[in-house]
């Protein structure tokens, strides 16, 4: 280090803060902007009739997200169920075995699946799903969202259970419990609130997915509760109705847009509410 | 003395390449206390973990020789059985955070699928406290979770809940290490009652702490049994100079 | 992991050690399904093309021709651009976060509004892009004289750039905070100012995981889709220019896939999807190596 003009560095060093710190909120400011925008956009879209009616034709004045709002939950629900068993079986694989050959390709196997981008998702899903049974579906759709939830949830069981000490683990080995009674009544209650945590976040991520449903939940302008046939989500009906020509569905696609982030968010909250109030000390 | 409980003959324990333990031979006599100890390293900690099999959760262990409980072999037992036999009381208290004090007794019975009567579980679990000499301090919040439990405490617990599950043999692996002085003197007082319920082995690296609880001593040094016998006399009368060289604090 | 005599006791663990396995098994085996699955999709369009699929310029569907180098040059475009424009602003945000605020009301601050951009789904900044960005992005066109489409390259690289900077911010001071503590106290008992620690001690210990953040950044602007989509006006020739329309090869195939009328069609959008497939992957695990080096040198 050069030992320089001290008040020369000591400048320096002030204009720097001062510089990350104008910096760090004008950066951040603008961002913020986008959300005030949305809201403001799509906060007149929103009413009582906004979450039970079924979508207008254009030129009409209201109507609303039923269909879509539906649609996002049945696949949420759809896909945490097929999603959310291998996962934290998978999570809990990785926690136990360390380094050997097998477990290594596991863990690359988790970090590939989490890079795929949707749209491939997407395609694999038309291949595998759509294809063969001859028509787009929510199960599709479901499964897609739940290939996209599986390395996020198996990646967070695992990091939940490796924290927790190995102390705990040899207390039940002690007592004779088995060593698959000690995982799923020791260990796994004990990192239950990670676990949760991640679980939900996953669901806060594929919420917002719209790529992976191109090609499989498709979209459908009605309620569906068949999850044989096509569906719509919140994601997949903002795309539509954004690129559509028509004002009233811009209106529309906007409010979603608030309802959709809304839910986002929630999730997070409930996220961070669980990972404090469950939180096991050791 | 009461007659011999456990018998070791011939015990090698080996972790991958290394050989931990080398040709243990070493019996334990019924109500009594024995002491294990030598310098970090010796194989002390692995000789317990040996005898309620849970050194096989370490990978590449393997292990020649026998150990028999009551004349049967206990390789020949399931492991699991033999862990309810064989109680253990670690370093560190690790009572089950999630659980509350209650639970925590009753949690070998619960773990393992028992079913319990409210009755028995209630027997079960003030006996072992009472025998763990906690009762009278955790009477009145049996059923809040063991966190707010003083270290000293939370091992007096942990040894409950091995008490609960009758073992016949319970292994101590150094438990006071992480405790103060006068936690330190409870739980050796506790083990001097519990002796005559059960056969003790104590593992401890404090020469003083074996010298004052113990019935026998076996000292061990780079995996060997270099002597034992009678505590008394290996205090006094140490017939190899290796042992006599630890207890004058000469390495350690 | 579990030695194996432990495990020979009950048939419970023998069966919850199997499912545990068949579980490791049922991801290697869905990787190695979506591996086969894009190859054999993509077998016609590998076998017609070979390496012309790449350096094609030419996407065709009525005459039969495909040539993704304009959505391969799009991808890299606005993948780059993006980092670009969000290197430096995450690197300021981190280093809020990170160095000057790491408690308090503006870490509290600073970072939920980090996570609630985070939260904000890519179909919704397309959304914002489209009806915000382009118009803006066109008056200026206007006033610098340039063919005003408002779409383009550079717009989407805008977009993503935003979706992109929480994601690289919190990669960053999750890596700067793993920057031994001593260190930074040695080098101000020295009498470095601040600012020559954050210089010369923080950033320099961290390059490595903060490369290691920047290709994983880029991995992600790679697979971007709906975003991307909505802004960049999806034409099929190749980029005249940065201000000028594009298209990506996620985009691509978002756009075309249900129109795919003919085997060929569709086998050159699945060859499309396997090379970004390959692309991301790549990318991603080397990001994860380097970020593991990184960590297991700061323990």
New interface residues.
């Given amino acids: 280090m050069k030992a320089g003009n001290i008040s020369y560095r000591i400048v320096k060093d002030k204009i720097f803060k001062y510089f990350i710190i104008v910096a760090a909120i004008s950066s951040a400011l603008p961002l913020l902007f986008i959300l005030y925008y949305i809201v403001s956009n799509g906060i007149s879209a929103i009413s009582w009739g906004f979450f039970f009616e079924l979508p207008k034709p254009p030129g009409e004045i209201g109507g609303g997200i039923s269909n879509a709002l539906i649609g996002t939950i049945i696949l949420i629900v759809t896909s945490s169920a097929i999603a959310i068993p291998p996962a934290v079986l998978l999570g809990i694989y990785l926690s136990e075995s360390r380094n050997s050959m097998v477990s290594n390709l596991v863990r690359n196997a988790v970090e590939v699946m989490q890079g795929i981008p949707s749209i491939v998702v997407g395609i694999l899903v038309y291949a595998w799903v759509v294809e063969p049974s001859g028509s787009f579906s929510t199960l599709s759709g479901a499964i897609a969202l739940a290939i996209m939830m599986l390395p996020i949830i198996s990646k967070s069981t695992e990091e939940t259970l490796r924290m927790i000490?190995h102390?705990?683990l040899?207390?039940?080995?002690?007592?004779?419990?088995?060593y698959y009674?000690?995982i799923l009544?020791?260990i796994l209650?004990?990192g239950?609130s990670g676990i949760l945590t991640g679980i939900i976040i996953s669901i806060s991520r594929i919420a917002g997915e719209t790529a992976p449903l191109l090609f499989t939940a498709f979209g459908n302008p009605f309620i569906n509760w068949d999850i044989t046939e096509p569906s719509n989500s919140l994601p997949l009906l903002i795309f539509n109705y954004a690129g559509s020509p028509y004002k009233e569905w811009h209106a529309l696609a906007w409010g979603a847009s608030i309802v959709l982030i809304a839910i986002v968010l929630l999730l997070n909250i409930i996220s961070k509410i669980i990972s404090k109030k469950w939180e096991?000390?050791? | 003395m009461g007659s011999k409980v456990l018998k070791i003959d011939g015990l090698n324990v080996y972790y991958d390449q290394s050989h931990i333990l080398k040709d243990i031979n070493l019996s334990f006599a019924e109500n009594t206390v024995t002491a294990i100890m030598g310098p970090s390293g010796c194989g002390k900690t692995t000789l317990i973990r040996t005898i309620?099999?849970?050194h096989?959760?370490?990978?590449?262990?393997r292990t020649e020789g026998s150990i028999k409980l009551y004349g049967k072999d206990l390789h020949q037992i399931?492991?699991?059985?033999?862990?309810?036999k064989v109680?253990?009381v670690?370093q560190?208290p690790?009572?089950?955070?999630?659980m509350s004090i209650y639970d925590n007794v009753i949690?070998?019975y619960?773990?393992?699928?028992f079913k319990l009567s409210k009755i028995e579980k209630n027997s079960i679990v003030e006996g072992s406290l009472v025998k763990a000499a906690l009762w009278d301090e955790v009477k009145d919040n049996l059923y809040k979770k063991g966190?707010f439990l003083s270290g000293g405490q939370q091992q007096r617990l942990?040894i409950a809940?091995?008490l609960a599950?009758n073992p016949e043999i319970l292994l101590f692996d150094e438990p006071t290490s992480a405790l103060d002085p006068i936690a330190t003197d409870r739980i050796e007082q506790l083990i001097n009652e519990l002796k005559a319920g059960l056969t003790i082995v104590l593992v401890t690296h404090n020469i003083a702490q074996a010298a004052r609880v113990s019935d026998y001593t076996a000292f061990l040094y780079l995996g060997e049994l270099i002597e034992f016998g009678t505590t008394k006399k290996m205090f006094t009368t140490p017939k190899n100079k290796k042992t006599e060289e630890y207890l004058n604090g000469k390495f350690g | 992991?579990?030695?194996k005599?432990?495990m020979n006791?009950?048939s419970g663990d023998q069966s919850f050690k199997f499912i545990l396995l068949s579980s490791a098994a049922f991801i290697l085996m869905l990787v190695a399904g979506i591996v086969i699955t894009l190859y054999y999709y993509s077998s016609l369009s590998l076998s017609t093309f070979g390496l012309e699929f790449i350096t094609g310029s030419t996407w065709d569907p009525v005459s039969g021709e495909y040539g993704i180098l304009p959505f391969l040059i799009g991808t890299l475009l606005t993948s780059i651009i993006a980092l670009v424009i969000s290197f430096p602003l995450s690197l300021i945000i981190t280093i809020f976060i990170g160095e000057y605020f790491t408690t308090g009301m503006p870490n509290t601050l600073m970072r939920g509004a980090v996570e609630l951009l985070a939260g904000i789904p890519s179909i919704i900044y397309g959304f914002w892009g489209l009806f915000v960005l382009v118009p803006i992005v066109r008056e200026f066109q206007i006033l610098f004289d340039i063919a005003p489409y408002g779409v383009g390259i550079f717009t989407s690289a805008i977009v993503l750039a935003i979706m992109i900077i929480p994601y690289s911010a919190s990669i960053g001071y999750e890596v700067i905070g793993l920057v031994p503590k001593e260190l930074k106290e040695a080098a101000y008992s020295l009498g470095a100012t601040r600012y020559e620690v954050i210089k010369n001690v923080t950033l320099s210990y961290s390059g490595s995981g903060i490369t290691a953040g920047v290709l994983l950044s880029f991995g992600r602007a790679l697979g971007e889709t709906m975003a991307v989509t909505m802004v960049i006006g999806n034409s099929n020739l190749l980029p005249g220019s940065i201000f000028g329309p594009g298209n990506t090869m996620a985009s691509l195939i978002a756009n075309e896939f249900t129109e795919a009328a003919n085997e060929l069609y569709l086998s050159a959008l699945f060859e499309t999807g396997l090379i970004l497939f390959i692309v991301t992957a790549v990318i991603n695990i080397l990001g994860k190596i380097i970020i593991k080096k990184f960590v297991s040198g700061t323990k």
Avoid: Q, W
């Avoid at chain 2, 690790?94 to 999630?98: A, I, L």
């Avoid at chain 2, 619960?110 to 699928?113: A, F, H, P, R, V």
């Fill in positions: 000490p102390y705990i040899e207390a039940s080995l002690a007592l004779g419990v088995p009674k000690t009544r020791v209650p004990s239950l096991v000390k050791f | 309620n099999r849970m096989e959760f370490t990978h590449g262990a399931d492991p699991i059985l033999v862990r309810r109680g253990m670690f560190k690790n009572p089950f955070p999630t949690a070998g619960k773990l393992n699928g966190a942990c809940r091995a599950m | 992991m579990i030695n005599l432990a006791s009950f």
